[in-house]
Structures are given as C-alpha cells and as structure tokens.
C-alpha cells in the first residue's frame, strides 16, 4: 500500500495536505507511522527543540520531486535521531509551484503523489523555514544524499533562501560501504532488507527513517560511538552546503592512480555485467562512495578505471560539479567537455550519473 493510498482513506478531510488546517496549525506533525498530515488533524507534538539535543543528534530527510528537475520538490520525510534513539518522525507534502503538465508521469508512477494531491500544500520555502526553526545546526542525512542535497540547493534556488550558517551533511549508502564493503549494491531497499529495516520505498517518511536506522546501523558496525566518531573512522568528514551555495565534499585521502584499481588477472568476472570490460572515468564528486570505492568497485566487476577521457573511454561519471572550481563562464568540467566533443564525433562515450551509475553497479 503507497504512503497516499494510507491516508486518503474516506471523505474529503483525509486528502488535504497540513497547510489546509485550521490557523495556528503547524505544518510538521509527529507521525506513529510514516503518512503525511492531514487537514483533520490537530498538530502534535514534534520532538524536543534543537536546544534539548546532543552533539549526537542528527535529522534523516527525503525528497520526492514532481518532475526530473531537482527543484520541484513535492513531498520531504524526516525523522529525528538523538543518543541512538528515534526521537520523531514526519513528512509533509510539498506544492513545488508548477503546472499540472509539467509534472512527470515516471516520476508519479515511482512515489504515487499527483498534481491533486499538492493543491493547498505548503511550499518548500515554508517547510524549510519551519524546519530550521526547530533544528538549525543539527547535520543531515540521506540515502544518495548527491540526491536529496541537489533537490535542497535547487530549491534554495527557487526560493531565494540561503542557509544562515554551513549545513553539515552525510549520506547514508557511503557510510554503508564503509561499514559494510561486501555489500554488491548499497541502495536503499537493498541495504534495509539486508539489515532488517522495515521500508515502504518512495514513501519519503519511511525512507528518511531506514536511511537515519542504517547510519545507526553502520556506526555500530564500525565499532564507533557516534557519527563524528563513524566518520573519522570511515576516513570521512561532514559535508557542507555553505550559505553561499557553494559546497565541499565529506572525503579525506591524498591523490589516486586509477591504475593501482585494474581487475586482477586471476579474478572472475560476470562477463554480462553491464560495465564488464569497459574503460570508466568519474568527474566530479559522488556521494554514495569515495573515489577510491569507486575505483575498486568498477575493478571488482571487470571494469577499467583511468584518470582522463580518451579514445578508449566508454562511459564518463559524472558527479557533482562545484561551479567555484571549473574555468571561468563554463557549467562543465573539462572531461564533460571532452567527452562532449568526441560524442560529436560519433564516439561511443556514455555519461551517465551517479544514480544510474549505482544501478548498473
């Protein structure tokens, strides 16, 4: 059963979003199970202010977006952990401000939201403003949080809204393959049945608090006593959105050679993996892993890591790019460039992102 089909249930009360409720009513709601809140509903009470958190305390979020756009958020999950423990969890549909046409029909058959079901809602910048109201300075979480951090920096966008101070974040699927490098694939449903967490996918409640149970999960596995701890054992650190919107990743570590990660000529291989015996190149940063597990990941599977786009490449990553660091008036790095050019040419180079590449993985 999908997250709308639990709370449509009957009479029109049951289809309305938070911001349809009475005056005063607020539009986060503590939740016993994942569901958006309902117009019926009285507000609840959310869990304790960011001044009755610990260090320890860190917020799980989830996106849904109407269309393939970052910045049409329609729906945003949470779930508050503190000490180890849930302390509360919610999610709220969002009205992204476009047209009925514009919404994705892919996108609607994933996570089951529709036009309809947004009228009324309240935008992101209303959600965003409450939610750093009770939480500034508490760092996030995500699953593929290259995802969920797009979403918010698009919508910051959208919204002319900055972030007053650095928003600390971390992912959920890197600290996975920390925890856990003989995991094949480190998506969400994939690491939630592995570890026993209940999920209903795509519903951004239940998502936001699988990917908040898995980091707990990892930190146990890493023998660590918190996060910050995790992270330093992982060889990580918080990322960062600043409030200039420009960013820096969470990874520590010196120079790579894609060499060093060539397939070992005693290994098996799957000969119809998808990226078996092709030549990959990764530009930009991931989220999910660091260069390194990349290199060793595609190595794992038959695939050539290199350093630089050439006439043998076959597939170039990309990963985020920090508009600060590429060359003065352009949106590409210099290897999407190049890829770019020799695709012109008729050569057979595949760019593709991270998600699509953690699929094929």
Known sequence: MGLLDRIRGTGDTATRPP???GA????????ATPKFPTRAASPAPFPPAVSHLTDSAFLALDFETATAQRGSACALGFALFDGGELKGRGATLIDPGIDENEWNG?????HGIRPRDVVGAPSFSDVWTELQSRYSGVPLVAHNASFDMSVLRAEFVRADLRPEVPLRYTCSA????????????VSLPVVAQDLGIDLDHHDPGSDAHASG?????????????????ALTKAHRTWAEINPDL???????????????????????????HPLF??????????????RREAFQAIA?????????????????????????????????????????????????VQLIGEIDFLRML
């Open 19 to 21: 911001s349809a409720a």
């Open 24 to 31: 005063g009513a607020s539009l986060l709601s503590e939740t």
């Open 106 to 110: 892919f996108n609607v058959t994933i």
């Open 174 to 185: 890197s600290m996975s393959r920390a925890a856990w490098p003989e995991m094949l694939s």
């Open 213 to 229: 149970q898995i980091l707990l999960r990892a930190i146990d596995a890493l023998d660590a006593s918190d996060v910050n701890d």
């Open 246 to 272: 420009t960013w820096k990743n969470g990874w520590l570590g010196g120079g790579l050679r894609a060499k060093d990660y060539a397939p070992g000529d005693d290994a098996e291989f799957d000969v119809e």
């Open 277 to 290: 015996g092709k030549t990959l190149v990764f530009t930009g940063t991931l989220h999910s892993m660091t």
């Open 300 to 348: 794992n599977v038959g695939a050539l890591p290199a350093d630089g786009v050439t006439k043998h490449t076959n597939v170039l990553v990309v990963g985020e790019q920090d508009l600060a660091r590429l060359a003065a008036g352009e949106t590409m790095s210099a290897k999407q460039r190049k890829a770019a050019e020799m695709r012109r040419r008729g050569q057979d």
